[in-house]
DNA sequence: ATAAAGTCTATAAAAATGATAGGCTTTATA
DNA sequence: TATAAAGCCTATCATTTTTATAGACTTTAT
């Protein structure tokens, strides 16, 4: 399951690709339109700006707004800046690989090579699904 | 990624579907062969049991085995039961459904839309990765 | 000058996960 | 039939992760 952190993230893109005609949003109004803690959200857009998602303007007047074609925002970018690794075991992620304790040799472990397919074809679905995809619907 | 429950399952599967020539097998051997815990295997095993995964005979000379075919054993089944929903949203899984509190109406929500797709992709693959293709690598 | 808005860091609270403990029941066998 | 071996069961504790809050700081329009 997605973390908050990820839900919300994904809610307010959602909100930010809906008010494409404004400049710019307030994190207020989206924590508001969907009843969320706005100091929570606060970190999480931060986030994604760092991540070059979405751009912001300080001040009197500002706010956030989208600094990327919503098409060109994937799902699994959003999964991992915020929740981390798409794959099931850190022994077959490829962002944020760790060896795995109870595993005495990688090579000729059938759980790592069935979740290396699994990773390839989860990575598959989740770098095809976008943004533009959650607001044509 | 998954608990550290569901990788251990993972690994006690493999286990005994090698050990298949065996009547049973020790949960101590297990234990010991990845260097995990015992005791929290023993709950592990437990579960995998009266999910009708696993049969066991108590006493001394007792132990586990496998009751079902390697190929009957997907993934889908050992993640939901030790790990809980496939499901990236609460408001798409359909094991542990419940509502998203952010969300106003899920009928017109697209990310509860794109979730459903989600889901039902990686289901496939989950679902037809079996222990079988652990065991056969 | 002031108020509005994002930025940043730290900390606290809550929930989930991982691990341990200990007694109970069952069963083979000496 | 006593004993030791092995799984069964429940409770509790510790750790880690997640979620939420607080407050001071910076920037900018008016």
Redesign the interface.
């Known amino acids: 399951?997605?973390s908050k952190k990820t839900?919300?993230a994904?809610?307010a893109l959602?909100y930010l690709g809906k008010h494409r005609d404004e400049k710019t949003v307030l994190i207020h109004d989206i924590a508001e339109e969907?009843?969320?803690s706005q100091k929570f959200l606060e970190n999480i857009l931060l986030e994604l700006k760092k991540a070059g998602i979405l751009g912001s303007k300080k001040g009197k007047g500002g706010g956030y707004y989208l600094i990327k074609e919503p098409k060109d925002i994937p799902?699994s970018k959003v999964i991992r800046l915020l929740d981390?690794?798409i794959?099931?075991?850190?022994c077959v992620s490829l962002n944020y690989y760790e060896p795995?304790?109870?595993?005495?040799d990688e090579v000729t472990c059938?759980?790592n090579?069935?979740m290396i397919?699994?990773r390839d074809?989860?990575l598959k679905?989740?770098e095809n699904?976008t943004l533009e995809?959650?607001?044509?619907?």
């Open positions: 399951m997605l839900k919300y994904l809610h959602t969907h009843g969320i799902l981390g690794p794959a099931l075991l850190p795995c304790a109870e595993c005495k059938g759980i090579k069935v397919q699994v074809e989860t679905i989740l699904k995809d959650i607001l044509k619907t």
